[in-house]
Structures are given as C-alpha cells and as structure tokens.
C-alpha cells in the first residue's frame, strides 16, 4: 500500500505543479479558448493544460520501461507516440492545423502502436485492431472535451478499470495515468481554471489505446469486451451523434455542440452533466471488475447490455429534448 500511495501521491502532485506552470504559460501567451456559438463555455480560459498529464504519463512510461527486465515491442511503440499525439496536438494549440494534417500524424502515431503490438503477439489481427482502436479513441477523446472535467474524469474512471485488468509494468502505467488526471481535475471541474487542449484529449485517447493494447495482448480473447466497458459513455455519443452529421452531410469534423453532453450540458450545467457520466462510468467499472475472471460469456453479454442501454438513453433523451 505504501508503494501505492507514493506511486499515486508523486504522479498527482507533479501534475498538478504542471498544470499550475501551463496556465501561466497559456496566459501569457494568450492561449485561449473563446466562447462562441460552437462552444460550451461562457468566459474565456486558457487551453493546453493537458500537457501535465502527458508528461507524467511518459515520465512513468520511460521509467517503468527501464525498470523492466526486457524491453517490450509495445513500449517501443507506444512511447514515441504519445510523444508525436501530444506534439501534433501542442501545435495546434498554438496555431490551428489543417484537420488532416492532425489526422495523418495521429494515423502515423497509432501505426507505431499496432507494428509494436505485431511485434510483441506475433498476430496481425490485434495490431489492425489496436490501430482503429487508437485512431478512434484519440479523435473521440477531442470529440468530448468540452465541458468541464468530463474527459479527464471518464479518462481516470478507464484507467482505474484498466488497471484491475493489467498486471506488471502496464499496471502501474494506468495508475500514472490516474495519478495525471487527478493532479489536473481540480484545475478544470467543478469550474475550469485551464483546459486540457488538444495536447491533453488526443494523448488521453492515445494512452487509454495503449493500456487497451497492453490487455488486448495479455488477456484471453473471452475477457475482450469488459476493455470496451469504461468507454461505453464516449463511444455511444461520440458515435451515433458523428453519424447522425455524416448521415445530415454536415462537416462532422469541426466544432459543434450536438453531442448529448454539450445539449445537456446547456440545460443542467456542466458539474451535474459530468457527475451522471461519471456515476455511468462508475457502473462500467463495477461490471469490469466483477467479470474480470470470467471464463464465461458474461463478459460479451455484459457489453451488449451496457451498450444498449447507453444507446436507448441516449435516443431516448435526444427526442425527449428536440420535442
């Protein structure tokens, strides 16, 4: 428990002295997120916060990979890649980037992470897969930050999931991974100081693929979808509402407002909109844990469950609004 507490305690308070220090930056550089019609915010606060969670992630990344009695492919890969995630997204902080210029670097970044997991398993169909997998989780990740403390929260609701899930080195990679954002959240939730950035959503999105990756490789196939569980509240809204643009012909990729969250968040403010995510997420959690010795199908049930009912509210709430 020791060794736990120091792990967690040191993490959290250098991410919390980090975020103090990208404030100060963000304000002296005029790094600021104006309100507007596309915007769920009403005061104008600076951005890039997120990168205090970033460096406390690949600072635990770098010394558990040299702690580790043999270097693993998926390290070799995911460690620059959170790097080139965080770097495409620190830029475009400062100066605004062609979508698909972001698009091609995080692509570039989730390709490092799939040859690693090739590497590592010896099986090219979880490398396809941890591939979407971070190219979808980076991109959702940015999708839903915007609202106080509603990335970072479900992003630690994730990491405790996951690291009940891993063991070893990864195991305490996802315990650095809440320390990050536990450090950060009192700066953004209940009321925002600072936002994550993009330099934060797309590296939490990147580092929640990894550590999926991590347990893609070492659990068994049966235990797959209890992965899925923690990002049940993101995948469902980021999901049917993208779709919802495509299916409209609507420029899906830029700033909008017709998440679930952010119309919620219009209606009940944003502390009560992240709390029932939150408590949503806390139920994925429980189920993980509960089924993560399962050697049944109750895992593959429990996903479908899950994620029918996260689609019935959210249809449900969307027409109970519109009408």
């Excluded at 690291?163 to 925002?192: V, Y």
């Excluded at 569980?229 to 809204?237: E, G, H, I, K």
């Excluded at 119309?263 to 029932?276: M, S």
Aim: hydrophobic letters at 60%; charged letters at 10%.
């Amino acid at each position: 428990m020791g060794d736990l507490f120091v792990w967690l305690a040191l993490p959290a308070l250098g991410a919390a002295i980090a975020t103090w220090w990208a404030r100060r930056y963000a304000l002296r550089g005029n790094l600021m997120d104006q309100p507007g019609e596309r915007r769920s915010h009403a005061v104008a606060t600076p951005r890039g916060g997120g990168i205090a969670i970033v460096l406390v992630v690949f600072a635990a990344g770098v010394y558990l990979a040299w702690q580790s009695a043999s270097l693993g492919a998926l390290w070799i890969g995911f460690l620059p890649g959170l790097l080139i995630v965080a770097g495409i997204g620190w830029w475009d902080d400062h100066r605004p980037l062609s979508p698909w210029l972001r698009l091609a670097v995080q692509a570039i970044a989730a390709a490092m992470l799939a040859v690693g997991v090739a590497w590592q398993s010896g099986h090219w169909l979880p490398a396809v897969i941890v591939f979407g997998s971070a190219m979808v989780l980076v991109n959702v990740w940015n999708f839903m930050d915007g609202i106080n403390g509603l990335a970072t929260s479900q992003a630690a609701i994730a990491a405790v999931a996951y690291a009940g899930l891993l063991a070893g080195e990864w195991r305490w990679l996802a315990l650095a991974l809440l320390a990050g954002c536990l450090g950060f959240l009192p700066f953004n939730f209940p009321s925002a100081r600072i936002f994550l950035g993009d330099v934060g959503s797309g590296a939490l999105g990147y580092a929640l693929a990894g550590l999926a990756a991590a347990a893609l490789i070492a659990l068994p196939p049966v235990s797959a979808p209890l992965l899925l569980l923690p990002l049940c509240a993101f995948l469902v809204d980021a999901g049917f509402t993208l779709m919802g643009r495509m299916l409209r012909g609507e420029r899906w990729w830029t700033p909008h407002v017709g998440h679930l969250y952010q119309q919620a968040a219009r209606r009940y403010g944003h502390t009560a909109v992240t709390t029932v995510y939150m408590a949503f997420g806390g139920v994925s959690l429980l189920l993980s844990y509960a089924l993560s010795g399962s050697v049944t199908s109750a895992p593959v049930l429990a996903f479908i469950m899950l994620y029918a009912l996260g689609g019935a509210l959210w249809f449900s709430l969307r027409r109970g609004w519109r009408d």
